[in-house]
């Protein structure tokens, strides 16, 4: 899971940026009250990245907490 998570990642960085890119240039072509709604497509993506790097570190820390407990119980 953790490669699926890595390019999941990354495909959401990637699509905040090229979206906010494409609606900037066509904003300069065709002019902004055409095209200023599509930045929310952006601010969608640029959030699912944000939400998965969050998960992700989330779920690292689970790990790592279950992990502990699994040695602590060995011990005991």
Known sequence: MGIYNKIMHYFWMAMAILITVFVTIMGLKEGFDRWYQFYLFAVIAL?????????????????????????????A
Do not use: T
């Open 47 to 75: 959030l699912m990245y944000l939400l998965r790097r969050w998960m992700m570190k989330r779920m690292m820390r689970h790990i790592a907490f279950l992990e502990q407990q699994k040695k602590d119980q060995g011990q």
